[in-house]
């Protein structure tokens, strides 16, 4: 008796277009354009699916305040009230900015200050 295995099936491939942020199966994006398609990865822009499940968890838990974004870089968490980066951040009057590097400076807020910290490590 000889078996056969089902074909595995191919996971779609998707992308996030820049115009709007959306995911979209490749092969529908490739084959509605009839403009050469170049494909860039930017693996350290922010997932919007990600983004919009965590804003929808801090809104559903009620926290608003001191919510922090460690390593912001120029775009940061949404929600967050106090960003920290080691390098400058530009002033922004509904944030507190902490300019610091968390290898060397002291971190001065109590351990329990913060009710969410939003981190991101790309490297």
């Known amino acids: 008796m000889i078996t056969t295995r089902p074909k595995k099936q191919k996971n779609p491939l ?9 995911l979209e199966d490749i092969n ?8 050469q398609t170049e494909l860039i990865n930017l693996f350290w822009l ?4 990600i983004i919009n499940k965590l804003i929808e968890h801090l809104n559903t838990k009620n926290i608003s305040t001191n919510i922090i974004d460690v390593v912001c870089s120029k775009i940061p968490f949404p929600k967050a009230t106090h960003l ?6 530009k002033s922004r009057p509904d944030k507190v900015i902490i300019n610091m590097d968390l290898d060397f400076d ?7 200050y913060f009710n969410y910290i939003y981190i991101v490590d790309i490297h």
């Open 14 to 22: 998707y992308l996030y277009t820049l115009n709007t942020h959306n």
């Open 28 to 35: 529908n994006y490739i084959n509605s354009n009839t403009e």
């Open 46 to 49: 922010p997932n919007p699916l």
């Open 84 to 89: 920290l980066d080691f390098s400058q951040i």
């Open 106 to 112: 002291k971190f001065n807020y109590d351990a329990h």
